[in-house]
């Protein structure tokens, strides 16, 4: 009898199934988008928009990655090339086997959110892990209000899902989709300018916020959203930095109490604010 996903993770939660890369996206220079799949060609496990999931390859290492969309057979995770590991990952070809385990964390709010206009702001690589509420909002499209996307990155070459970004997304009944680059070039005649001040500019009036990016960005955009009379609670992120386990059992990643591989990744800017500034 084959054994599953789930026999392995009862057996031990901290080692990972056997899965093959099924397909590679060159999205930016540096990122690659992976599909993944399980030897007998099904999901490694069934995520909910925001979770995480631990990608290994052998003899180099393992992280954890946000799963930026799921398929029928696969999952997808979008990787950008910083370290060992995914150097090693960005060398690969269709075909490789990997090690991989999760999923992990709380994931987005999408009950929450049903019903309500959202605003997704995303920067850079930043637009990984926020893709998959997109995703799972467009196919649930009659769950959830207007759609509206504003994106940013620091030039053409740098942004991600392009494919997404200027001609799936467009197409989506009541949704909008705003794409900006830090700087002018050659070839570009789209918005240029920093996502902050582009959010202010278009002034949309959704009812539920969720961003992700670099820090600064995030920084910057949040004196925006308050000058919308954002809730709080109404304004979610995620925080995906140091951890390790992904089972809340090496303490890598805790602030003050809580745990982001099991309280978050995706935190409200009011449990943010509850927490210390360590992170």
Known sequence: M????????????????RAKVIKIVQETPDVKT??????????????????????????????????TNKG??????????????TEALHE???????GIRGPYGNGFPV???????????????????????????IKNRDD???????????????????????ENWPKVPNMDVFVTIDR?????????????????????????TVLCGPPVMIKFTLPTLQKMNFKDQDIITTLELRMKCGIGKCGRCNIGSCYVCLDGPVFTMEQLKDLPPEY
């Open 2 to 17: 084959a054994v599953t996903a789930e026999d392995v993770k009862k057996i031990n939660p901290l080692v990972p199934i």
């Open 34 to 67: 992976f599909h993944i799949s399980t030897m007998d060609d099904k999901k490694p496990f069934d995520p909910m928009p925001g979770q995480l999931g631990m990608l290994s390859l052998p003899a180099i290492g393992e992280a954890m990655f946000s799963v």
């Open 72 to 85: 029928e057979s696969h999952i997808e995770m979008a990787i950008k090339s910083v370290g060992q590991l």
């Open 92 to 98: 690969i070809e269709v075909g490789q086997e990997v």
């Open 111 to 137: 009950d929450y959110c049903k019903g309500k206009d959202i605003l997704f702001i995303g920067g850079g690589i930043g637009l990984a892990p926020v893709r998959s509420l997109i995703m799972h909002c």
């Open 144 to 166: 959830y209000g207007k759609l509206t996307v504003v994106y940013g990155a620091r030039s053409k070459a740098d942004l991600c899902f392009k494919e997404d970004l200027f």
């Open 184 to 208: 002018e070039e050659e070839g570009w005649d789209g918005h240029v300018g920093f996502v902050p001040a582009y959010v202010e500019e278009l002034a949309p009036k959704p009812q539920v």
